[in-house]
Nanobody
Framework: VQLQASGGGLVQAGGSLSLSCAAS????????MGWFRQAPGKEREFVAAVWWSGSNTFYADSVKGRFTISKDNAKNTVSLQMNSLKPEDTALYYC?????????????????????WGQGTLVTVSS
């Protein structure tokens, strides 16, 4: 699976951005798709995940109510709509895909459950 993330940029606090991740090579079927982020000097952290059917989602507490993850199986894309952005949301955002054997569950929030990673797209939120 090859993943290409896009949509990052500079936005003022309170603004919105939409990230997109295009997948190619293999289908989404039976995979978890996730977004993670890494701020300078910090560990990569979980942001959101969605099951391949779109029926289940997880969000980090820090983004719950502000971010929405969605997927379009017909287009093989996963999106992250980010509203009410805060300076602490500034980070490099990565999309990721699990293997077909990972399954859905609490492990969907762990970066160790993902086998495929995109190159990252930078989101900068100014105060």
């Amino acid at each position: 699976v090859q993943l290409q993330a896009s949509g990052g940029g500079l936005v003022q606090a309170g603004g919105s951005l939409s990230l997109s991740c295009a997948a190619s090579g293999r289908s989404f079927s039976s995979r978890v798709m996730g977004w993670f982020r890494q701020a300078p000097g910090k560990e990569r952290e979980f942001v959101a995940a969605v099951w391949w059917s779109g029926s289940n989602t997880f969000y980090a507490d820090s983004v719950k109510g502000r971010f929405t993850i969605s997927k379009d199986n017909a287009k093989n894309t996963v999106s992250l709509q980010m509203n009410s952005l805060k300076p602490e949301d500034t980070a490099l955002y990565y999309c990721a895909a699990s293997s077909i054997t990972t399954g859905w569950g609490p492990q969907s929030m762990s970066k160790g459950s993902y086998d495929y990673w995109g190159q990252g797209t930078l989101v900068t939120v100014s105060s």
